[in-house]
């Protein structure tokens, strides 16, 4: 997503302060004056509520696609075109299986968000993710490098026979 919180209304009204050194392009007293939001942006922290619910309303009300119990962030469809599971950690959204199942969410998508693609799945929150084929269908490994590397850097000997 590339404007994903820019994207949504908000419901309540939110006044902020006046940042410093405003006062060379408003007529506003920083100290006296504040500001009604119109919208959300990033670092809001009320933005990503309703973010979540847009695309939540999206992906299950117009595409069709259910919600996992287990985690509220991971969608999921299965139909004659395939199968397709995205899954959205706050405003990127990783899509997986079937391509053309893919490729027709992405459409529905790109009618309520502006989007762009990144091409093919290499890291996602901190993984490194390898496809590798085999028999039948290939797999997808979540590989935390860096975590590892901490761990070890931490805890030290207790560790070191870790592989990263």
């Keep these: 997503m590339i404007t994903a919180f820019l994207c949504v209304e908000l419901k309540e009204e939110i006044y902020l302060r006046i940042p410093g050194r405003i006062e060379k392009f408003t007529t506003l007293n920083r100290k006296e004056d504040c500001i009604l939001l119109n919208k959300a942006f990033y670092g809001l922290v009320l ?6 619910k847009k695309l939540k309303n999206t992906v299950t009300g117009k595409l069709g696609f ?5 985690d509220p962030c ?3 469809k299965k139909n004659k075109v395939g199968t397709c599971v995205i899954c959205c950690y706050v405003d990127d959204l990783a899509m997986f299986r079937n391509q053309k199942a893919i490729e027709q969410a992405v459409i529905g998508l790109k009618k309520e968000f502006e989007m762009k693609h ?3 799945l290499k890291k ?4 490194t993710i ?3 084929s085999g028999k039948g269908t290939g797999s997808a490994y979540l590989i935390q490098p860096d975590i590892l590397k901490k ?3 931490k805890f030290g000997k207790e560790f070191e026979n870790l592989k990263t």
């Design 151 to 153: 761990i070890t850097k």
């Design 118 to 120: 990144f091409g093919d």
């Design 130 to 132: 390898e496809f590798r």
């Design 66 to 70: 259910d919600v996992c119990k287990a």
């Design 74 to 76: 991971l969608f999921y």
């Design 124 to 127: 996602y929150v901190g993984c």
């Design 47 to 52: 933005a990503a509520r309703p973010f979540y």
